[in-house]
């Protein structure tokens, strides 16, 4: 895969438990459910994710509405 293909998302959308990284991933209607995520590098304000989200995807953090 190419860097510019790559999914980034905000480091402030994931959560954290038991070692794994989540995040909550919008749907077409405006739901929101939670997708376990794979990780690749990051820079303290983006993340790769390796494996969990499609491109294009949307994700909010915990406090976004």
Do not use: N
């Not at 794994?20 to 794979?38: H, T, Y």
């Amino acid at each position: 895969a190419r860097a510019e293909d790559a999914v980034v998302v905000p480091e402030r959308c994931l959560q954290y438990r038991g070692g794994q990284a989540f995040a909550l991933v919008v749907a077409d209607d405006g739901s929101a459910s939670e997708r376990q995520l794979e990780l690749g590098i990051g820079d303290g304000l983006q993340v790769v994710v390796t494996a969990g989200l499609q491109p294009g995807a949307r994700v909010r953090g915990r406090t976004d509405r």
